[in-house]
């Protein structure tokens, strides 16, 4: 089993116990009863992490914590963009300051996008979504990287953080975190480091814990920022903690790409697409014929219905597990199993897409 995993491509079958030895990651064990609520956590979406407990005890202690995380304003919005929206959600309502850098200077650097278009993107796409799927404004500070803050002083101090972080790494450590690098990429990473770091700051909130959320593919992101941060010694950092989410597949299997839209399922989509991208393009762990189905049963672990159902949109484990053992079994068909991921989809896109609508009245709460 080959995969190649980098924060600007994934490839290749994807083995979570193979990246947990190689990039030096923890499996999530034993966490308070409170995440277990969450279906993300519960059924081991989030799969690992980095020093945890720091997070664990701020909760526990009620004490102030961040939740940091960014965005890549590029394409559509997607479910497997949902994933790590319902995290910040659920860190907010724990208590977390939220910080969400939208990476318009990456998108420039990597992506050759227009910081006009990532604005639009950003907006349309991303902040309307978290806002419909209950993101609040209160607590929350969402910024572009090429204009952090009107304030003077935060501003500064952000940009400054980015510079001062430069001498704590080399241009050895980048090649071995990226493989090929370009000035671009180096400036970004720096910036990325100072998007996880700069909470910490005097100007913004002082030393406080803060938690990553990302996706196993933007691990050396995190490594790179933590390799500094125990360098730097003024100003001096708390350890960036993190975890890590599986990625949600595409329809094809594999990971949703942005870049393809037979690949997802974006949140804007109408009831008719869904029902078109699923019926057309989800990959089906079912047999070849009727006959073979009703003997052998179906797969659901490589079933892209299922796998949506498991991760979204059937939060009772035992009506999943009944959907799982009929479908293992052959009793429950193929086609039948879509019928009931797209029903549900569609279901949530009708609630969710009239919230979206609403979203655009408030906007100006979100964006400082």
Known sequence: M????????????????????????????????????????????????????????????KKPFVMMTGLMPTGKFHLGHMLLAQQMIFYQKLGAKIYIAVADIEAYNARNQSLEDSKKIAVEEYIKNYIALGLKAENCEIYFQSERSKNAKKANAYYRLQNLLARYATFNEFKAVYGEISPGKMIVSLLQAADMLHAQLPEFEGPVPVVVPVGIDQDPHLRLAR???????????????????????????????????NSFIA???????????????????????????RK???????????????????????????????YK??????????????DKINAFLKEHQKKRNEAGKVLNKYLA
């Open 2 to 61: 080959t995969h190649n995993i980098t924060p600007w491509d994934v490839s290749g079958e994807i083995d979570y116990g193979k990246l947990i030895r190689e990039f030096g990651v923890y499996p999530l064990k034993e966490l308070p009863a409170v995440f277990n609520k969450e279906v993300f956590f519960r059924r081991n979406f989030v799969f690992a992490h980095r020093d945890i407990q720091r997070i664990l005890e701020a909760i526990h202690n």
């Open 227 to 261: 390799d500094m941060a125990a360098k730097i010694k003024n100003p001096s950092f708390i350890q960036l903690s993190s975890t890590y989410h599986m990625f949600v597949p595409g329809l094809g299997g594999g990971k949703m790409s942005a870049s393809d839209p």
């Open 267 to 293: 949140l804007t989509d109408d009831a008719k697409t869904v029902e078109k991208k699923i019926n057309k393009y989800a990959f089906s762990g079912g047999r070849d014929t009727l006959e073979e189905h």
């Open 296 to 326: 052998k049963g179906g797969v659901p672990e490589i079933d892209v219905s299922f796998q949506y159902l498991k991760a979204f949109f059937e939060p009772d484990d035992k009506k999943l597990q009944k959907i799982y053992d009929d």
């Open 329 to 342: 079994s052959g009793k429950l068909l193929s086609g039948e199993l879509k019928k009931i991921a797209i």
